[in-house]
């Protein structure tokens, strides 16, 4: 074996740059818990001791912790006055779930991850699935807290106007189903913004229905939001105006007979809103930043999740807009039509 020194020390840097930021993560989990980054939110340059009088812990603690936030960038040091701050950029991305942008939320479910490696390692061995449920609970709330800024960024400003005609329609009625909506934050968000809409949201996982349901009612949209515990090969009505996918269709076992479902229960002249992870359609064209994010959490989540159901196609979260059209249009639809993007997402307007 002949070793390429400098390719060696070139890969010795990403793994020192991985390994950072895989510890980091917890250190930026720590901080959300604790509401630390909320109590630097002001932007307002603080020490060690002063962060300490504001929350109440060690003061010790939190040097070496605000250190950690500024090697790895998510804080500014001052050397000659031993202060740190968040910059107002930091601080957006660190201290609110209603932002569009939260970062925490996508740490916590790389956490999960972690935690699920011997689970996921033994499914290797067996070649069995892994379904949804049985993934630690940081899975679950952590895809709530990194998806839900996505959709209050983009779901009413961009993604429902890019399709043909369905705001108008929901305004002034209309009937909609959110297939896999996890804890209904996209549901909730379309019972806000639509208040002649009546919407059922369905998941197969019954705690995120129930969180559903609290959330709904805390919002005061629950009179307007049924929810219920269905898979999307069995999920209830008919008529639906609009039926929303949010990144769950690539985690599905039988896709194709999921989106044959789908084109059962729309009107005629209903839309499938279908939103999945922005992807090329070739390998090569997503060894990227995204492609890294989205292959990793497949690996994980989405292939494991698919073959714990039936048929098992495990399209994987990078699976492209032409295989995802293919399943469109096996299961009946006959046009597809990619209405809008972001650098995370595909969002694609599918019609009988």
Request: hydrophobic fraction near 40%; charged fraction near 20%; proline fraction near 5%.
């Amino acid at each position: 074996m002949t070793i390429n020194e400098d390719k060696l020390n070139e890969f010795v840097g990403r793994f020192a740059g991985d390994l950072g930021a895989v510890l980091h993560a917890a250190t930026v989990l720590v901080g959300d818990r604790l509401g630390l980054y909320v109590a630097m939110g002001d932007s307002q340059p603080v020490t060690a001791a002063q962060l300490a009088e504001r929350t109440g812990y060690p003061e010790r603690y939190l040097a070496e912790w605000l250190s950690a936030q500024a090697a790895s960038g998510y804080a500014e040091y001052d050397p000659a006055t031993q202060e740190f701050r968040l910059t107002e950029e930091q601080a957006f991305a660190l201290t609110s779930p209603d932002n569009p942008l939260f970062a925490p939320g996508g740490l916590q479910v790389a956490a999960s991850t972690i935690i699920d490696v011997d689970l996921i390692a033994e499914a290797f061995r067996s070649g069995r699935g892994v379904a949804w449920g049985e993934h630690d609970h940081n899975l679950f709330d952590g895809t709530d807290r990194f998806f839900r800024p996505n959709y209050i960024g983009n779901l009413v400003d961009a993604w429902l106007p890019a399709l043909d005609g369905v705001v108008a329609e929901l305004e002034t009625g209309g009937r909609i189903a959110d297939v896999g909506c996890g804890y209904g934050s996209s549901t909730i968000l379309m019972a806000k913004a639509f208040p002649n809409a009546t919407i059922v949201g369905s998941d197969v996982h019954a705690p995120s229905i129930e969180a559903a349901r609290k959330a709904a009612a805390d919002a005061g949209v629950g009179e307007r939001c049924k929810f219920e515990v269905a898979d999307a090969h069995s999920y209830s009505g008919s008529g639906y105006d609009l039926v929303t996918f949010f990144d769950c269709l690539h985690d599905m076992g039988d896709p194709v007979g999921v989106a044959g479902h789908v084109r059962s229960t729309l009107a005629d002249n209903g839309t499938w809103l279908l939103v999945e992870p922005n992807a090329a359609d070739r390998l090569e064209d997503n060894l990227n930043p995204v492609g890294r994010i989205f292959y990793s959490a497949s690996t994980m989540i989405c292939v494991p999740n698919s073959h714990s159901q039936e048929v098992g196609l495990a399209l994987g979260a990078q699976a492209g807009e032409t295989r995802t059209r293919e399943v469109a249009e096996k299961g009946g639809f006959t046009r597809f039509r990619r209405a809008a993007e972001t650098p995370f997402n595909l969002v694609y307007e599918v019609r009988p």
